[in-house]
Every structure is written in structure tokens, then in C-alpha cells.
């Protein structure tokens, strides 16, 4: 039977696929990514989250990654047989260059650890910014060492060199968007041969912690086109 591997983004934690998972009527796995010792080049800090992705995987497997969590998802199918990939509120794979303000912020919540400033950066970037919702957005933050969430900014905004031409997986893919201002399906869509689209509609950033039963009715939705 086909698992459901979930992947996280930039100082989240596996915890925040818990929503979707117990509305999936599939076996699923969500990985806790770890700080790597990486080489000095672009990618490779991608790639060693991918290896710790690659390491959860046993049979057929549907990779779904959030935000950072997409760029690691397309590179585990890149370079396993996979059936089915998922990217929910991607950012592209060759990264996404931030303004200096924006960089700032991100380090700042990255480095600080002041919870009125991660509830503030994770508020503007929610639709539905309901208690439960910020509760366990602050958590998962809170929860990421330091030094493992400056190298998880690091690694989104470079990107990695596959990211700069087409995609080289061949199976399915799903892009789900929101109504976030953040990223954007038509930033990622295009690169893939065999590509379709989905909306999260009343969730921001985090649509699989905002609106998990709409995340899982349209994760329920693609394993039964896929035959899975």
C-alpha cells in the first residue's frame, strides 16, 4: 500500500502534518528534519535534508512537501522512484531571493526566539490566525534549534541548481496554492510535465494546519486519481 511521506518547511516541525494525517485514510509518515553538515555550496543543505527524507522512504511512496518542504520533496523524487509528488504552498526549487527587509525578519525569527515576534511573523503570513493555529505555528518554531533554523533559511532562499530548468520528475504532480501572498502555483507549476492545481481556500501560508480537512480531502482526492 502507498504511504504518504510529509515533509515540512522553515522552522516547522513534523507535528504540524498531525491535522491532515489522522483525515487520510492512508498510512502516512511525517519527517522531523535535522541540522546537516553541508559543503559550501548552493544545494547542498537541500540535499542532506533530502538524504534524511530518502532515509523514511520504503515502498510506494507519495512525497507532499510544505513551502521549504516542496524544494526537499522534488528532489526525493528526482532521485527515487516515487509515485506521486505534492507541493503545497511551494517555494520554487531554484529558491526565493528575499528583499533585505524581508531577510532581516526571517533571521530574526530564526536567531531570537521572542515568541511576540514569531507570533507576529507567523500572523502575517495566516488567513485563518485562529488560537490553535498560532498555538502550534509558535510551537513548532520554538521547538527548532537555532542553529538548525538559519541554515533552513539559508537553504530555501539559494535554492538549488536543478530548480534553474525544468523538473526532471516524470510522475504526477499536485501543486496546491492558498490565499497566500507568500509563494505561488504559477511560480512552480510550469516546470513539470505532468502537473495539476488545486486551491486551499481561508488558509494563508499553512493550509494543511489552517484547513487540514480541505488539505486532506484533495490529498484523498489525487491518491485516488492515481489509482493508490
Known amino acids: 500500500m502507498t504511504t504518504v511521506v510529509f515533509v515540512h518547511g522553515f522552522t516547522d516541525t513534523a ?14 509518515r511525517a519527517v522531523n528534519l535535522r541540522h546537516v553538515n553541508a559543503e559550501p ?7 542532506g535534508y533530502r538524504d534524511q527524507v530518502l532515509a523514511d522512504i520504503d515502498g510506494p511512496t507519495v512525497v507532499v512537501g510544505h513551502s521549504m518542504g516542496s524544494q526537499i520533496a522534488e528532489l526525493v523524487a528526482a532521485s527515487r522512484d516515487v509515485v506521486g509528488l505534492v507541493l503545497l504552498a511551494p517555494i520554487p526549487l531554484a529558491g526565493y ?35 490553535p493555529v498560532l498555538r502550534a505555528l509558535v510551537r513548532a518554531t520554538l521547538a527548532t534549534p ?11 532562499t539559494t ?7 525544468k523538473s526532471t520528475v516524470d510522475v504526477p504532480v499536485l501543486v496546491i496554492g492558498s490565499e497566500d501572498g507568500f509563494t505561488s502555483v504559477d511560480a512552480v507549476a510550469p ?5 495539476s492545481t488545486a486551491h486551499v481556500a481561508g488558509a494563508g501560508h499553512w493550509p494543511h494546519v489552517e484547513q487540514p480537512d480541505a488539505v486532506a480531502e484533495i490529498l484523498t482526492n489525487y491518491l485516488e486519481r492515481l489509482g493508490k
Not at 191 to 195: E, I, L, Q, S, W
Open 97 to 131: 531571493p528575499l528583499t533585505a527587509e524581508q531577510a532581516l525578519s526571517f533571521e530574526q525569527i530564526a536567531r531570537d526566539r521572542d515568541v511576540a515576534r514569531v507570533v507576529a511573523g507567523r500572523k502575517a503570513l495566516l488567513v485563518n490566525d485562529s488560537e
Open 159 to 165: 535554492g538549488h541548481p536543478l530548480g534553474d530548468d
Open 15 to 28: 507535528a504540524l502534518w498531525n491535522g491532515v494525517c489522522l483525515r487520510l485514510g492512508a498510512p502516512t
Open 146 to 156: 537555532p542553529e538548525t533554523a538559519v541554515q533552513e533559511l539559508e537553504a530555501w
Open 41 to 47: 555550496r548552493r544545494g547542498a543543505i537541500l540535499e
Open 191 to 195: 516546470r513539470f510535465a505532468d502537473v
